[in-house]
């Protein structure tokens, strides 16, 4: 089992940014792809991102294309979201989440899930 922890969430104006960071201990090497998603109050849990640790290869929703970018630290064992150009419909609580196998966007085909982070942007 892979623990993670997210932090950085926060109160920002339209247009601002803000880096969330996911940090992962326990069985990390049982992970190969991280993922950060997002749920709004009322709405489903959407996908935003996901990275491989071993490549860093990315993908991306279509809604953050272009503002957010996702990386990796492999020694910090570490994820980063950083999110520009930030928009009131991408407040949310973002979480983390690890599984194993190539990146996915679907929420279920992950295994591992952090406590999430809130993110207000305002407008």
């Known amino acids: 089992q892979v623990q993670l922890v997210e932090s950085g969430g926060g109160l920002v104006q339209a247009g601002g940014s803000l880096r969330l960071s996911c940090a992962a201990s326990?069985?990390?090497?049982?992970?190969?792809?991280m993922g950060w998603f997002r749920q709004a109050p009322g709405k489903e849990r959407e996908f935003v991102a996901a990275?491989?640790?071993?490549?860093?290869?990315?993908y991306y929703a279509d809604s953050v294309k272009g503002r957010f970018t996702i990386s990796r630290d492999n020694f910090k064992n570490t994820v980063y979201l950083q999110m520009s150009s930030l928009k009131p419909e991408d407040t949310a609580i973002y979480y983390c989440?690890?599984?194993?196998?190539?990146?996915?966007?679907?929420?279920?085909?992950?295994?591992?899930w952090g406590q999430g982070t809130q993110v207000t942007v305002s407008s």
């Open positions: 989440a690890a599984r194993v196998g190539s990146m996915r966007s679907g929420s279920d085909e992950y295994s591992d």
């Open positions: 326990g069985r990390t090497s049982s992970s190969s792809a």
């Open positions: 990275i491989t640790w071993t490549f860093g290869s990315t």
